[in-house]
């Protein structure tokens, strides 16, 4: 099977930069994703890594090492709007399925 | 375009009746999943669909549950006989597939089921 750990809950002030580390098990991996989740709202796609390093994309930034199986988001310049929940996700294979797992998700408070 | 459509919003049903709720996934898009998020709580898989392919059930938590994907578009996740402990938001999401089967997943808003 496969298990993702990540933080319950972190707080973080405006304007500052804030990281949520994930780590996972899994059988065969196929890179890792990260999900936003709003209160009451869909979980909306952030960010995947497939190969080692870094990906940006604007404020975000995510980080992975296959080495380690670990991963992180990095949030930047946080603004009030970035409260939400924050998921990993990696993609595993069996029996020709190509399902995604996700962790049980960090509850980020940004707080003035 | 239209993203992923879920209905009902929301369903209250008594303990033991039979529900049904529905995804209409984005069209062009041949891969299905339903998820179950519990309040506070994380994603929990239920069913994978990919194109006409035998869907990966693995996560459906008992026999009670049941989904079917029609045409390969729309598809209806069945509760027999709810209980107590299948209240919880319902989650349906789709991507291209296929070849494209690492592209991200677009989630539905969601059904919440309250059984009472």
């Known amino acids: 099977g496969q298990s993702l750990e990540q933080p319950s809950e972190v707080t973080a002030v405006e304007g500052a930069i804030v990281q949520i580390n994930c780590t996972y098990q899994?059988?065969?991996?196929?890179?890792l994703s990260w999900y936003q989740q709003h209160d009451g709202g869909a979980p909306t796609f952030l960010s995947y890594n497939a190969l080692d390093g870094l990906e940006e994309t604007g404020r975000f930034s995510s980080f992975l090492s296959r080495s380690d199986s670990y991963g992180y988001l990095l949030l930047q310049e946080l603004q009030m709007k970035d409260s939400a929940s924050y998921f990993c996700a990696v993609r595993t294979s069996g029996a020709g399925s190509y399902q995604l797992t996700f962790g049980k998700g960090t509850k980020l408070s940004v707080i003035p | 375009g239209a993203g992923v459509s879920q209905s009902p919003s929301n369903k209250v049903t008594e303990k033991g009746k039979d529900v049904e709720l529905r995804c209409d996934p984005i069209s062009g898009h041949t891969a299905l999943y339903w998820y179950r998020q519990s309040l506070g709580q994380g994603l929990e898989f239920l069913i994978y669909?990919?194109?006409?392919?035998?869907?990966?059930k693995s996560g459906l938590p008992s026999d009670r549950f049941s989904a079917e994907r029609t045409g390969g578009s729309v598809s209806t996740l069945t509760i027999q006989r709810t209980q107590q402990e299948d209240s919880a938001v319902y989650l349906c999401a789709s991507s291209l597939g296929g070849a494209d089967w690492n592209s991200p997943l677009h989630f539905g808003n969601g059904t919440r089921l309250t059984v009472t």
């Open positions: 899994t059988s065969g991996f196929y890179g």
């Open positions: 669909f990919q194109g006409n392919s035998a869907p990966d």
